[in-house]
């Protein structure tokens, strides 16, 4: 099923920007751009990537996550794809815990290989123009180590 998911990535956000824009008190679909930094075994390397969330209720939604961090792992570069619940107790916070895959690429005479990772997050949405801002921390748990995740997301709801 985890193999299937950058297809299903695709998909999502391929529907969500050829939608219809709806009245803001309708609004479902959250796609976004990140750009930010992961630090990994105190290395801290440029991070990017996509994100989607469809909220189906007031306080709850799901969605999926793609990064990249090209030269983490001393250039070998990772892969992240995940699927998250996000939780919005207060208006603007929202809160995620999600499943994926890291997928660090080979170089250097290592193979490339992928492993489970686990990511708690936390986002404050700021509200600007007809866009959202959204200084985001994330927490990844790869095995036993544990990555940090920080940056800014841009959403454009609808």
């Avoid at 469809?54 to 792992?73: I, L």
């Avoid at 995620?96 to 990772?117: A, F, I, M, T």
């Amino acid at each position: 099923m985890l193999k299937k998911l950058p297809l299903f990535c695709n998909g999502l956000i391929a529907i969500a920007s050829i939608s219809n824009i709806a009245h803001a008190s309708d609004k479902k679909h959250f796609p976004g751009i990140f750009i930010g930094a992961t630090t990994i075994e105190s290395q801290t390397d440029f991070s990017y990537g996509l994100e989607y969330e469809y909220k189906f209720a007031d306080k709850w939604g799901a969605g999926v996550v793609m990064e990249n961090t090209d030269n983490a792992h001393e250039g070998a570069g990772i892969e992240v794809r995940l699927a998250s619940v996000y939780f919005h107790p207060i208006e603007h916070l929202r809160l995620g815990v999600g499943v994926g895959e890291e997928k660090v690429n080979g170089s250097h005479g290592h193979p490339s290989h992928e492993e489970d990772l686990t990511r708690v997050s936390a986002n404050w949405d700021i509200p600007v123009g007809d866009f959202e801002i959204a200084p985001t921390i994330a927490f990844d748990f790869v095995g036993s180590e544990t990555t940090t995740v920080v940056g800014i997301a841009i959403i454009r709801p609808f």
